[in-house]
T-cell receptor, first 111, second 118 residues
Framework: SQQGEEDPQALSIQEGENATMNCSYK?????LQWYRQNSGRGLVHLIL?????REKHSGRLRVTLDTSKKSSSLLITASRAADTASYFC???????????FGSGTRLQVQP | GAVVSQHPSRVICKSGTSVKIECRSL??????MFWYRQFPKKSLMLMAT?????????EQGVEKDKFLINHASLTLSTLTVTSAHPEDSSFYIC??????????????FGNGTRLTVT
C-alpha cells in the first residue's frame, strides 16, 4: 500500500516562481527523502532529512519535516524550465531497508 | 557518484515468452537491491527485495514464480518476467544502496526498463 500522499498531483508555474510540494505519510520513519524523475527515466536523489531534523537546505531546495503531523514539504525556489519533472517523497520505515514512495507531484515549469 | 546500470532500457516481447532485466551497481557493492514497478503517471510500487546469496523477499501480492529474482553477486541482480502477459507491461526500476550504507543513505536507481508485451 502507498505510504504517502502528495499534493498537488500536478503543478504548473512560470520560470522564476517558487514551487511547493507537500507529502504526508502514515508510519514512524527513520528519514524522509525526495527524489526527482524525468519522464521515462529512473529516479535521482535530491535530499534526505532525518526524523530528528526539521528543516534542510540544498542549493535551491528547502525541505521541512513535521513528524507530529507526519508531513513534509519540498520548496524549489527560482524555478527553471529544467526543473520540469515528477517529484516523489519516500520514507524509510523503522526496520525496513526499502523505501516507500508517495504518489508524486508532476511539476511543469513554463519558460 | 554511485551508478546503477539497468539493461535493457526497452524491450518488446510476445505473450508467453520470458524477459530478463539486469541491474548492476557499477562502482559500489550492494548486498541488497530493490525492484520497483511503475504504472503510467503513478508512483513506484515495491515488488521485491533482492538479497545477495539468498532468496528474494517478495511484497504481498507479487507472484514469486512469475517474477524470478536472482542476486548472484554483490553487483548484479536480475529480474526475469516469466510467461509474460500484456498486463505485465510496465516500467520496471531497480535500485540499490551501498553495502556500507545505513538506513540514512539514499537509494541509487537504474534508468528503468520499459516492458511491452504484445
Amino acid at each position: 500500500s502507498q505510504q504517502g500522499e502528495e499534493d498537488p498531483q500536478a503543478l504548473s508555474i512560470q520560470e522564476g516562481e517558487n514551487a511547493t510540494m507537500n507529502c504526508s505519510y502514515k508510519t514512524s520513519i527513520n528519514n524522509l527523502q525526495w527524489y526527482r524523475q524525468n519522464s521515462g527515466r529512473g529516479l535521482v536523489h535530491l535530499i534526505l532529512i532525518r526524523s530528528n531534523e526539521r528543516e534542510k537546505h540544498s542549493g535551491r531546495l528547502r525541505v521541512t519535516l513535521d513528524t507530529s503531523k507526519k508531513s513534509s514539504s519540498l520548496l524549489i525556489t527560482a524555478s527553471r524550465a529544467a526543473d520540469t519533472a515528477s517529484y516523489f517523497c519516500a520514507t524509510s520505515d523503522t526496520g525496513r531497508r526499502a523505501l516507500t514512495f508517495g504518489s508524486g507531484t508532476r511539476l511543469q515549469v513554463q519558460p | 557518484g554511485a551508478v546503477v546500470s539497468q539493461h535493457p532500457s526497452r524491450v518488446i516481447c510476445k505473450s508467453g515468452t520470458s524477459v530478463k532485466i539486469e541491474c548492476r551497481s557499477l562502482d559500489f557493492q550492494a548486498t541488497t537491491m530493490f525492484w520497483y514497478r511503475q504504472f503510467p503517471k503513478k508512483s513506484l510500487m515495491l515488488m521485491a527485495t533482492s538479497n545477495e546469496g539468498s532468496k528474494a523477499t517478495y511484497e504481498q501480492g507479487v507472484e514469486k514464480d512469475k517474477f524470478l529474482i536472482n542476486h548472484a553477486s554483490l553487483t548484479l541482480s536480475t529480474l526475469t518476467v516469466t510467461s509474460a502477459h500484456p498486463e505485465d507491461s510496465s516500467f520496471y526500476i531497480c535500485s540499490a544502496r551501498d553495502r556500507d550504507g545505513s538506513y540514512n543513505s539514499p537509494l541509487h536507481f537504474g534508468n528503468g526498463t520499459r516492458l511491452t508485451v504484445t
